[in-house]
């Protein structure tokens, strides 16, 4: 191996599809040759910055890269959507962590992304196509603003289907009613996957439930190193603790407890806020007054520590299920 | 000089100063701060430099005792720190950290009469020498051809490094954390082991030429046989720890506010969670934090967390303090700082407030019975001993189980537990892989893996046909440089055999 991190790992590109969701191209041949569909990395911004899982969305052999899809929701993401830029390097991007997807012989699939839940369910719907499968693809926003990625996703799907919450663009609708179509069209479907926030992913999972269609969904529990030594990111599957790190992140999407996984979501909802806020006062003091970060929109109110592979944010109200928040 | 024996040589072990408990139990300095000059020339009088000393097949890593302690009493330091650094690359730290007690100190025969040699004590202090001495035992080595890996920096890995890189081979080790040092780093707090100590020994790692790949997780990056097969290692050394932390299995362990000391310990020492909003890393620990088990993790963790401004820490144990796996001064310390100990005290289920939070556990009292698989008595609870105990963080330090990536990712044999199964010379079911440490015998001691570090080397360079050698290089105390052609004529172990 090379020691062309020595430094970080430089950020090759930077798209931004919205005033908080935005891409980082990060250059890592290893990892570009490595990552399989359902994995994902953690990242650190600096040496004062904490270890924040996400969920691969892409990677490309050839150019060496690895793509992160990432939602400035609290502290840590913010200031990576203020100071990350083409040329600069993250501290540390380590993976590709977790078991990647088992695509066994499924022949149709419902591939069901939530608002950021889209970008890391891209690989697999890619996967499932490469592998011969039928692919019916939902994703769900929750204004038309926030789409990205309709036309990538869209290429990789057989039947595709766009909800939102408030009818600006597709069905107006949460996901489920996407579902829903999908199930009273097709009879034969094997399997669903659900990527998105924990209360999407559950509602997911309970219409799902009645038609005893095997449904898979990734988890995003609050995470240290991610390497199974820390423990923190253990969930309730049926009868047993699993560590979503080492024996995840996807699950049997029937046998999880979300309610578990949404209040150790809130482990640190005061400190997040706190650091947001000492951040938000420090930017302030040091930059003009135009560019202060705050403005850009509200503080974030939901866990964003070690935060989840997919939904940096969806918690503060940029995704909404229309059901109430948390727990 | 007339020959020592146990009435000529000074009666009472050296004092090691340390920080005022209260004092101490506020900041993150190191409690113990080490022997001066007069103390170690003082204690060093007290070894009987016995020909066949007990204590050197005692230590993991096989140090000449007597003879660094003979060089001390003479102010040889140099010397001294030369004969420690032939078997430990990293006397600084085991001096802080190994159980003393149970190993060289325990065999001492001055302890039948007196209490033994501080022979962790003089380690300690011919380290802190070299370190602010920039000592450093650089062999001379000729490069064999042979590439070596690595995975995982803790001290097994950099013990096998250390030696592959001083037989002549090209070492690389990959770590999954952003920092290097496993446990040293993210588990053993600064007040019991500085980061600079590990810093600095770790350097004399870089200046033998090894390298240290960060953020590498090996096993998902690439898999054990790609280093084999693709990344042209030679031969491959594991020692990724145990690792993965236990729960007990009781209800509400997920309630917020529980977590496992690998968590805590992390957040605090690796992240530097101690230092939140400067750091980014939140911890959240509440005023009355319960620790349960009693080994050296759990020691750390209580100490930390009453640093961190805990109003009050409860260290809850099953059996009693003669039970405790701890080191013995860890747990002095610990008393001596107001962690309140409730020995003979199981808990059986974590209490939630109403909210998702755990405001304490129910517990059993319990007494000690006949002795179990551990030959350590059993604890048997007392029928209708239940009570409440009252706590909002709640940490959890009963052991650790294997880690399974390696396990999920390449061939290797596993035993039933998820270890790495490795025969007598730590060789692993696959050609040329070896692997030592917690990983192969479940959580131990730093001292242990760094002694399973050593001998999976010698196993390594005796599969790699590397000459071995029990002698390191000695740098010439003369000052003259008696060198032909660059090569010490005095110096016995440099490499002469290359790869074929």
Redesign the interface.
């Known amino acids: 191996?090379d020691?062309r991190?020595e430094a970080g790992?430089e950020i090759v590109a930077r798209e931004d599809f919205s005033d908080v969701t935005f891409l980082l191209e990060i250059d890592h041949p290893?990892?570009a040759k490595?990552a399989r569909p359902g994995?994902f990395v953690i990242t650190?911004?600096h040496d004062?910055?904490?270890?924040i899982p996400l969920t691969i969305a892409d990677f490309d052999r050839e150019r060496g890269t690895v793509t992160l899809v990432i939602q400035a929701a609290g502290?840590?993401t913010r200031e990576m959507q203020q100071t990350c830029r083409v040329g600069t390097r993250l501290?540390?991007?380590?993976?590709?962590?977790g078991?990647p997807t088992d695509l066994g012989d499924v022949r149709k699939v419902v591939l069901v992304g939530g608002g950021l839940g889209v970008a890391p369910v891209f690989p697999q719907a890619r996967a499932y196509k490469e592998n011969g499968a039928y692919v019916i693809g939902i994703i769900g926003f929750r204004t038309k603003e926030l789409v990205f990625w309709e036309d990538k996703f869209k290429a990789c799907c057989d039947e595709f289907i766009i909800c939102s919450d408030d009818g600006s663009v597709g069905i107006k609708g949460l996901v489920t009613e996407g579902i829903k179509r999908a199930i009273r069209k097709h009879g034969d479907i094997d399997r669903l996957v659900a990527i998105g926030p924990p209360i999407m992913m559950k509602a997911a999972a309970e219409t799902t439930r009645p038609h005893g269609i095997e449904t898979v969904v990734s988890l995003n529990p609050i995470m240290?190193?991610g390497?199974?030594?820390?423990?923190?990111c253990?969930v309730?599957i049926g009868d047993g603790?699993k560590?979503a790190c080492?024996?995840g992140p996807e699950f049997d999407g029937h046998e999880v407890d979300f309610d578990?996984l949404m209040?150790?979501l809130?482990?640190?909802k005061?400190?997040?806020k706190?650091?947001f806020e000492?951040?938000s006062e420090d930017c302030r003091q040091q930059l003009p007054e135009d560019s202060d970060p705050a403005a850009a929109g509200p503080a974030a109110s939901g866990p964003e520590?070690?935060q989840p592979q997919v939904d940096a944010g969806m918690f503060d109200g940029t995704y909404r299920m229309g059901m109430p928040k948390g727990? | 000089m007339a020959k020592k024996t146990i009435r000529t040589i000074p009666q009472d072990r050296t004092l090691m100063p340390v920080q005022d408990p209260a004092e101490r139990a506020r900041n993150f300095a190191e409690v113990a701060l080490g022997y001066e000059l007069d103390a170690a020339l003082n204690e060093s009088e007290r070894c009987l430099l016995c020909p066949e000393a007990n204590c050197v097949p005692a230590c993991p890593v096989a140090i000449d005792i007597p003879g660094f302690i003979e060089k001390i009493s003479k102010r040889d330091f140099r010397g001294a720190y030369d004969v420690v650094a032939d078997a430990n690359l990293l006397p600084a730290i085991c001096g802080r950290v190994c159980p003393q007690e149970d190993q060289c100190e325990g065999v001492c025969p001055v302890g039948d009469t007196l209490e033994p040699v501080a022979i962790g004590r003089l380690e300690r202090w011919i380290g802190d020498m070299a370190i602010a001495e920039g000592w450093a035992n650089l062999p001379y080595t000729e490069p064999n051809g042979f590439k070596v890996g690595v995975v995982g920096s803790g001290p097994a890995g950099m013990a096998c490094a250390a030696d592959m890189a001083k037989a002549g081979c090209d070492v690389t080790i990959y770590e999954a954390l952003h920092r290097p040092g496993g446990v040293l780093r993210y588990g053993i707090p600064d007040f019991r082991l500085p980061n600079e100590v590990i810093d600095a020994e770790y350097a004399n790692l870089t200046r033998l030429g090894v390298k240290i790949e960060c953020s590498t997780l090996v096993g998902r990056l690439f898999t054990i046989e790609q280093m084999i097969d693709e990344m042209g290692y030679d031969a491959v050394f594991i020692g990724t720890g145990a690792g993965s932390p236990q729960f007990m299995g009781i209800p509400g362990e997920n309630l917020i506010g529980v977590l496992s000391a690998n968590e805590f310990l992390t957040r605090c020492n690796l992240m530097h969670a101690g230092e939140f909003p400067n750091y980014d890393t939140p911890l959240h620990l509440g005023g009355r934090v319960a620790i349960i088990g009693a080994g050296n993790t759990a020691m750390d963790a209580m100490r930390v967390a009453l640093r961190l401004g805990a109003d009050k820490v409860h260290c809850v144990y099953r059996r009693t303090r003669a039970e405790s796996p701890a080191r013995v001064e860890e747990i002095d310390h610990a008393e001596e700082e107001g962690i309140e100990f409730h020995w003979l005290t199981a808990p059986v289920e974590i209490l939630d407030d109403g909210e998702g939070n755990a405001r304490g556990m129910r517990c059993l009292a319990m007494e000690l019975g006949e002795p179990d698989a551990s030959g350590r008595p059993r604890p048997v609870p007392i029928e209708g001993s239940e009570f409440e105990f009252e706590a909002d963080t709640i940490i959890y330090a009963i052991g650790t189980n294997a880690n399974p990536i390696l396990g999920q990712t390449s061939d290797l044999k596993l035993n039933e537990w998820g270890y790495i199964e490795a025969d007598d010379t730590l060789a692993t079911s696959m050609a040329g892989v070896f692997a030592g440490g917690d990983i192969v015998t479940g959580a131990a001691t730093v001292i242990l893996a760094m002694g399973a570090g050593r001998k999976a080397a010698r196993s390594m360079k005796a599969y790699l046909g590397i000459r071995d050698s029990e002698t390191v290089y000695r740098p010439a105390q003369s000052g003259s440089d008696g060198k032909i052609f660059g090569i010490d004529a005095e110096e016995r172990n440099f490499t002469r055999i290359r790869a074929a």
């Open positions: 191996m020691n991190h790992f290893l990892m490595a994995q650190i911004l004062h910055g904490e270890r502290k840590s501290l540390s991007v380590t993976g590709p962590m078991e240290v190193d390497t199974g030594m820390c423990g923190g253990r309730k603790i560590f080492v024996d578990d209040n150790r809130q482990r640190y005061a400190d997040e706190l650091a000492k951040w520590r070690q727990k």
